[in-house]
C-alpha cells in the first residue's frame, strides 16, 4: 500500500505563504482522491481540499480563493499551496487518499503530518 509523507509546515507570520507536499512512496497515477486534511487543537479534523482525478478540486469554504491543490503524478507529490494565511489556519496537516466504491469512501491510515503555525 502506498505511504505518505507529509512536509513543508512550519512558522509563518499572517499573510505570508507555504507550500506543503505529501510524497508517495508508489505511484498517485491512478489515485482518483488525494486530499489535504487539518486538526487545530481541541477541534475535528477537517478536509481543506480534495483533488479529483479527471474532475475539479474540492476546497472548503474557509480556503476558498487563498489555497490551491495540485498533484504532480511524476514526482508522486501532492501539494498544498497556502496563501493570505490567517492565524485561524494553524493546525496539524495531513494528506490522504480516499477509496471510494458502491458501499462508500473510506480514508487510510493516517501519517504524521505537518505542522502549520500562524502567528506574528
Known amino acids: 500500500q502506498v505511504q505518505l509523507v507529509e512536509s513543508g509546515g512550519g512558522l509563518v507570520q499572517p499573510g505570508g505563504s507555504l507550500r506543503l507536499s505529501c510524497a508517495a512512496s508508489g505511484s498517485i497515477f491512478s489515485i482518483d482522491h488525494m486530499g489535504w486534511y487539518r486538526q487545530a487543537p481541541g477541534k475535528e479534523r477537517e478536509l481543506v481540499a480534495l483533488?479529483?482525478?479527471?474532475?475539479?478540486?474540492n476546497y472548503a469554504d474557509f480556503v476558498k480563493g487563498r489555497f490551491t491543490i495540485s498533484r504532480d503524478n511524476a514526482k508522486n507529490t501532492l501539494y498544498l499551496h497556502m496563501n493570505n494565511l490567517k492565524p485561524e489556519d494553524t493546525a496539524v496537516y495531513f494528506c490522504?487518499?480516499?477509496?471510494?466504491?458502491?458501499?462508500?469512501?473510506?480514508?487510510?491510515?493516517w501519517g504524521q503530518g505537518t505542522q502549520v503555525t500562524v502567528s506574528s
Open positions: 490522504n487518499i480516499e477509496d471510494c466504491n458502491e458501499y462508500g469512501c473510506r480514508l487510510r491510515d
Open positions: 483533488s479529483n482525478r479527471g474532475s475539479n478540486p
